[in-house]
Nanobody, 123 residues
Framework: QVHLVESGGGLVQPGGSLRLSCAASGRTFNTYTMGWFRQAPGKEREFVAV????????DYADSVKGRFTISRDNRKKTVYLQMSSLKPEDTAVYSC????????????????WGQGTQVTVSS
């Protein structure tokens, strides 16, 4: 069992940056694959990024490649999403999620979810 709490969202201008954090509780955090997803108003939730439990393997949605970076610190039980060159279309509620096993991009493959944090990109 793992409990996830996101933070770091807010309002940012186009071209700006934000770093989201996802703090986890539970002793087995370092065994979980961690993902970030987002959901914009009126749209389905979509995959953003994923990182393996070791941190050595990552994958990104094409829409964020080169702009977002996922990382994790297993000692702090935290996963991060560094977002740069933000665009208005990045506006969404961002949620982190945890799963056992291999990397995955489908939200249905994840077992545990945080409550989400709002990111708004607007001038």
């Amino acid at each position: 069992q793992v409990h996830l709490v996101e933070s770091g969202g807010g309002l940012v201008q186009p071209g700006g940056s934000l770093r989201l954090s996802c703090a986890a509780s539970g002793r087995t955090f370092n065994t979980y694959t961690m993902g970030w997803f987002r959901q914009a108003p009126g749209k389905e939730r979509e995959f953003v990024a994923v990182i393996s439990w070791t941190g050595r393997i990552t994958d990104y949605a094409d829409s964020v490649k080169g702009r977002f970076t996922i990382s994790r610190d297993n000692r702090k039980k935290t996963v991060y999403l560094q977002m740069s060159s933000l665009k208005p279309e990045d506006t969404a509620v961002y949620s982190c999620a945890a799963k056992t096993g291999l990397l995955a991009v489908r939200d249905s493959d994840y077992h545990f979810w945080g409550q989400g944090t709002q990111v708004t990109v607007s001038s």
